[in-house]
């Protein structure tokens, strides 16, 4: 597996009036491709932010962050968002799916800035509604959806593109338990079949079971990182 993240020495600070707050604290790592890796820790460790960072979503105080061989920190914005648009997903605990468009329109969206004809945008985006289970719900609002379905949308628009990497946020915070392996076995599955770097972040040690890795972060720190030898057997149905 060829390394497609790199973080060196990646430091973030937060000023907060006279004082500074250390949300990540000279974080090294390498994330490589095709694996699933979960960044875990509680409230307030800073994992959320390391995603961020890696996603070119901030800019850190300090170090370099290194995708596809191109440092992301140096990018202005516009080539960041090209950069995202072309080799990264999405999936938002929220949701984030616009509430007048319909699940196919909110799954197209990905795909309306890479001169891709209408048609062919529409036929992609059915097909990936059909992989995550949706080939009903095509014309279908998030209104009209629970929130299992509205995840499922998500996932179907963060794959569209077919990313490099997919970056998912605690994906199944708003799902109850049975929703929750459903979805994370479809996100996982859809990222090892195309061999799609998939990181999750989540305060749910049950989640981390799907991961190759577990990159544990207390503090603003990498505290340690686990790997998982069997990740392919019984995941919290004990």
Known sequence: MGKIIELKNVRKLYRMGDEKIVALDNINLE????????????????????LNMMAGLEKPSRGEIII????????????????????????????NLLPTLSA???????????????SKRNERAKKMLEAVGLEKRLNHKPSQMSGG?????????????????????????????????????????????????????????????????VIHIRDGNVDKIEINKDNTGDKGEE
Do not use: W
């Open 31 to 50: 994330i490589y491709q095709g694996e699933v890796v979960c960044l875990l820790g509680t409230s307030g460790s800073g994992k959320s932010t390391l």
């Open 149 to 213: 379905q509205q995840q499922r949308v998500s996932i179907a628009r963060a794959f569209v593109g077919n990313p490099n990497i997919v970056f998912a946020d605690e994906p199944t915070g708003n799902l109850d338990t049975k929703t929750t392996l459903e979805i994370m076995e479809l996100i996982t599955k859809m990222a090892k079949e195309q061999n799609q770097t998939l990181i999750i972040v989540t305060h749910d040690i049950e989640i981390s079971c799907y991961a190759d890795r």
């Open 68 to 95: 596809k061989n191109k440092n992301i920190e140096k990018m202005s914005e516009n080539q960041l968002a090209a950069f995202r648009q072309k080799y990264i997903g999405f999936v938002f605990q929220s949701y």
């Open 104 to 118: 196919l329109e909110n799954v197209t969206l990905p795909l309306i800035f890479r001169n891709i004809s209408t």
